[in-house]
């Protein structure tokens, strides 16, 4: 008995030492040991693809600071122990541990199938790096506000992958969005992220989709709080909330992705090319049968004064945002409309100071002066008739002058 006592004291430090020694193996290689290989930066396979992993900037990462070893990820590995491992594994599966993110990306348009003509689906890696994963507040992160432009772009200015959409997004940098983030470094502007979502990104014709026409306003909103206030209380607003598919959004009078301060030459709601952005609805004839709209709007303000100078690149000339206003659009009937007839001496006080009662009383948008603006009419013809008695007479004596030249040299 005291002999198998003593044994089983040596025997069992022993034991538990051998099987400390062998725990790597058993358990698979540890980060260190995938290193010794991976940790080469000129290793690659036979077709060129490098497999070099930075083992400083894995550790830097919110899975190597998390204690999260390179088996938990490629779990093919895990109890593996002959060594070299086989050139090709299993993809490391991120839904193991995050779940919730990939069932949101196979609901979207970056993890459905694709057509025969852009088969490629988009995976994790491509969007939050793949051994460099860092959290979206991280200055270094593929998916922090400074760098998302360029993550993205970095599939959507490819043909190949995006076909017809190809460099539609990439006019986002010509955007003051991205000019306060990239020159300003104001890391609240909007980018990718803000508009179109992390995950659950959706075509634009999903319902579902924040950039769909029904969700627009609320997305852009959501930094334009003020505005989108203003918008539901107007015209349009209303029939947003009502639901009628025409009525302008956001991006109807601003566009989608290049979007610009008023000010700026480039931008759709530029002081001359106001008339035209409106015009597209309020010239439409069937969106003019159907809503009962007055239409002609872009010719009877181009035939005003307001309308020639705009033509001109006059941009301090009044232009339809300056009556009717931007976002609270509101008819004449409402109180509180800038062209309700008891605000119009204001309104066009604005550009006109002491303009009174009787400067504003005079009709705008004038479709026939015969029957709308009787003596403006009357006035028009006698300019014309005698602007044309003054031009025929003018000819009349230039043809007089030229036959009676003409004589002279004949007798002569």
């Known amino acids: ?129 793949a051994h460099d994963i860092r959290p979206a507040k991280d200055s270094q992160s593929h998916t922090s506000a400074m760098n998302i432009p360029d993550t993205c772009l970095s599939c959507h200015l490819e043909r190949v992958r995006t076909k017809r959409e190809a460099g539609f997004a990439g006019r986002y940098k010509e955007s003051d969005h991205y000019r306060a983030l990239s020159k300003a470094g104001l890391s609240l502007s909007a980018t990718c992220l803000s508009c179109h979502g992390g995950h659950s990104v959706r075509p634009v014709d999903d319902p579902q989709s924040k950039v769909s026409r029904r969700n627009i306003i609320r997305t852009c909103g959501a930094c334009h709080a003020g505005i989108e206030r203003d918008y539901l209380e107007g015209v349009h607003g209303k029939d947003y909330v009502k639901g009628v598919q025409e009525v302008p959004v956001c991006t109807d009078c601003h566009s989608e992705h290049d979007i610009r301060a008023p000010e700026d030459l480039g931008s759709g709601v530029y002081a001359t090319k106001v008339a035209a952005v409106c015009t597209r609805c309020h010239d439409d004839e069937t969106l003019a049968r159907q809503y009962g709209l007055l239409t002609s709007r ?90 044309a008695g003054l031009i025929s007479v003018f000819l009349a004596f230039i043809a007089a002058d030229l036959y009676r030249r003409a004589r002279i040299r004949w007798k002569s």
């Open 298 to 387: 872009l010719k009877t303000f181009s035939a005003s004064y307001h309308g020639t100078a705009s033509k001109f690149g006059e941009v301090k000339v009044a232009n339809c945002s300056s009556c009717h206003g931007h976002h609270g659009i509101r008819p004449s009937s409402d109180p509180l409309s800038s062209i309700n007839p008891a605000n119009l001496a204001s309104t066009c006080g604005t550009c006109h100071p002491g303009a009174g009662e009787n400067f504003s009383k005079g009709r705008i948008h004038v479709v026939s002066e015969k029957t709308e603006n009787r003596w403006a009419f009357a006035v028009k013809i006698v300019y014309v008739v005698v602007i």
């Open 1 to 129: 008995m005291r002999l198998r006592g003593a044994f089983l004291r040596l025997a069992l430090p022993a034991a538990l030492a051998v099987l400390w020694a062998a725990a790597p193996a058993l358990g698979g290689q540890s980060d260190d040991d995938c290193l010794t290989c991976h940790g080469d930066s000129g290793l690659k396979t036979d077709q060129g693809r490098p497999l070099f992993v930075d083992g400083a900037g894995f550790t830097a990462s919110i899975h190597g600071s998390a204690g999260i070893a390179c088996v938990d990820c490629h779990a093919d590995l895990k109890k593996f122990t002959d060594f070299p491992h086989a050139a090709k594994l299993k993809p490391a599966d991120c839904a193991s541990c995050h779940e919730e993110s990939a069932a949101e990306i196979r609901d979207s348009i970056h993890g459905r199938p694709h057509d025969g003509d852009s088969p490629i689906t988009v995976g994790c890696k491509d969007c939050h790096g």
